[in-house]
């Protein structure tokens, strides 16, 4: 036996057929090699094992370099040869993401269609690196992108997880550009599968599919609006997936907004996609997030959210790219904010279990905190929505009198009953949690088709949705999401790659409620994001058109002969910025 250093040894290590087996280890040698790799059982001693991997050699070779080990020199030759492979690995991406790099041309498409060459970047830095995060602008083509996997060398089959309202949008896109055969999944009882190249699962068939899934025969899998797995294995479909990743070679999750609240979120999903990039749920939370008296927060908010987004880009594990970067101007005006006056008679009678709960939720046990807090949350959250829905449905009427289609957000059955009522005459369409993926499917096309002009959706409904941008330029939020990014994806429906106009945001909010509160934390979730998605920057201005609405409601009223009153005192200027800032 050779040795890597003259000096003393402290256990040996070998090669054994696809691993490497480290041999009595000296304990607090084992004490650092369990730290280094954190697999690595806890209560294992003496007798480790490590898989043959590229990275495993990189850092093993280092480990050695610090503490000498035993090894034949055919063993030390592969360990080195393995380490020389992960670096040119690590150069061959770096490569890649050089302005000057020059994409390879992948073939396989339907005729008369096309990758963008940013696309085929991020193609070509999957088939370097295997595991990859791909958080490019709304709008972007991600879904394209997630269909080029199937040009990848030993990619097929390939496996695409969708949200349930979009399974037939990718089926009848793959159909239209690339020239393999797709199967959409039809239950979520295992069936015998078709022969096919490319098989489209919804998240909700993942936990009955997940033995099927891992058996070995799927060789890259697309996680299509990845943040559905943000809880991690804390989810069924989380704990599903995991299992599944593990037994395949190419895994890619595909999304705009990586986190919807804190930065836990980037951990689960990081971690879903390459196992150990930030380490265990305690290290992340140790290291990464913020603490109180010494204490990590449980909660997972980032205390450097630039730092993690840079560190999760320097590891090659997620790349993103803006509309600006691909040379895309953003559509989207700066959002106009409308402070409406709340219909307190509406939510007189609410108001008294509304009382109840935040009593229960300030002295009740803990138990019933915990409940009459989430319910008081809700109910306070419908009530906003109740307390303006008819201030709201009189400016969707005034956006659609004078000729402009509207997409409505909200979120409550009893808000969305109001708008119904007022709206009844403009045959509102409805996109929600109400409607079967088929009803959907067919109101967004009724609405697409000019059969309508107001299609309201879900603030949560319809993420990805494409060809709305088609119709529809204006946007109205009825209701607030806890969540800048729900909010952003909400707008993503319309400023897409497609869209022909600016792309106008109107937020109709309330001093009364939750409405307040919702937009306090917002600011803290949107810097979440913004740095770990797009770390040092800052805030950009977006274009103003700030007398639209004045213009419109002048018109309006004109052509209702109202004679236009004088202009009212409005908020301070300053904090209306910070809440557009915040928005």
């Not at 009848?172 to 022969?195: C, D, G, M, R």
């Not at 880009?313 to 040379?327: F, M, N, P, Q, Y």
């Not at 939510?347 to 409940?371: H, I």
Request: net charge neutral; charged share 25%; glycine share 6%.
């Amino acid at each position: 036996m050779s040795k890597l250093v003259i000096n003393r040894t402290f256990g040996a290590l070998r090669r054994s057929e696809l691993r490497w087996e480290l041999v009595d280890i000296e304990p607090h040698v084992a004490i650092r090699l369990k730290q280094l790799f954190p697999k690595i059982p806890k209560q294992q001693a003496k007798l480790f094992s490590l898989q043959d991997s590229q990275e495993v050699a990189a850092d093993l070779l280092w480990f050695t370099q610090r503490y000498a080990l035993q090894a034949s020199d055919k063993d030390l030759r592969y360990l080195k040869k393995r380490s020389r492979e992960y670096h040119k690995k690590q150069e061959e991406a770096h490569a890649i993401l050089l302005p000057d790099y020059t994409p390879a041309v992948r073939a396989g498409l339907m005729p008369n269609q096309s990758l963008r060459d940013y696309q085929l970047v991020g193609l070509d830095l999957l088939e370097s690196v295997k595991r990859l995060l791909v958080i490019d602008d709304v709008g972007l083509g991600k879904t394209y992108l997630g269909l080029g996997v199937g040009l990848l060398p030993n990619a097929l089959p390939l496996v695409i997880v969708v949200e349930p309202h979009l399974q037939d949008q990718w089926c009848e896109k793959a159909a239209e550009f690339i020239n393999l055969s797709v199967h959409k999944a039809k239950s979520t009882k295992p069936y015998k599968l078709p022969q096919a190249d490319i098989y489209v699962f919804k998240y909700s068939q993942l936990s009955s599919w997940v033995d099927v899934l891992s058996a070995g025969w799927v060789k890259a899998i697309v996680y299509d609006e990845v943040q559905q797995l943000r809880r991690g294995r804390e989810s069924q479909r989380g704990m599903a997936a995991s299992v599944i990743n593990q037994n395949i070679p190419i895994v890619v999750g595909l999304t705009a907004t990586l986190i919807y609240n804190y930065g836990i979120e980037a951990f689960n999903i990081s971690n879903m996609i390459k196992p150990e990039v930030l380490g265990n749920r305690d290290e992340f939370l140790r290291e990464w997030c913020t603490r109180d008296h010494g204490v990590a927060n449980d909660k997972g908010i980032v205390a450097d959210p630039d730092a993690l987004g840079s560190y999760l880009r320097e590891s090659r594990v997620l790349i993103r790219r803006t509309k600006a970067d691909v040379g895309q101007v953003a559509k989207q005006l700066e959002p106009h904010i409308e402070w409406v006056a709340p219909n307190m008679k509406k939510v007189a009678d609410m108001e008294v279990l509304a009382e109840q709960l935040a009593v229960k939720t300030l002295s009740g046990s803990y138990v019933e905190r915990g409940q009459a807090a989430r319910d008081f949350d809700l109910k306070m959250r419908e009530m906003t929505g109740i307390a303006k829905a008819h201030s709201v449905a009189a400016y969707v009427r005034m956006f659609i009198e004078s000729g402009t289609p509207v997409v409505l957000f909200g979120w409550h059955r009893g808000v969305y009953d109001i708008w119904a009522k007022e709206l009844a005459d403009l045959n509102p369409l409805f996109y929600t949690g109400s409607e079967s993926q088929t009803q959907k499917e067919r109101n967004k096309k009724a609405f697409i088709n000019g059969e309508s002009y107001l299609l309201i959706m879900s603030l949560r409904s319809g993420a990805g949705t494409d060809g709305i941008q088609h119709r529809c330029s204006t946007v109205i939020f009825g209701e607030e999401d806890w969540s800048p990014q729900v909010m952003t994806q909400c707008i993503g429906r319309l400023d897409r790659d497609g869209q022909e106009d600016s792309v106008f945001v109107f937020h109709a909010v309330t001093q009364y409620g939750s409405d307040p509160e919702i937009l306090s934390i917002l600011g803290v979730k949107s810097s979440q994001a913004r740095g770990i998605q797009d770390p040092g920057s800052k805030v950009v201005g977006k274009q103003v058109d700030t007398d639209r609405i004045k213009k419109l409601a002048e018109t309006y009223l004109a052509s209702r002969g109202v004679k236009v009153p004088e202009k009212a005192k409005s908020l301070n200027d300053a904090d209306v910025e910070l809440l557009r800032e915040v928005i």
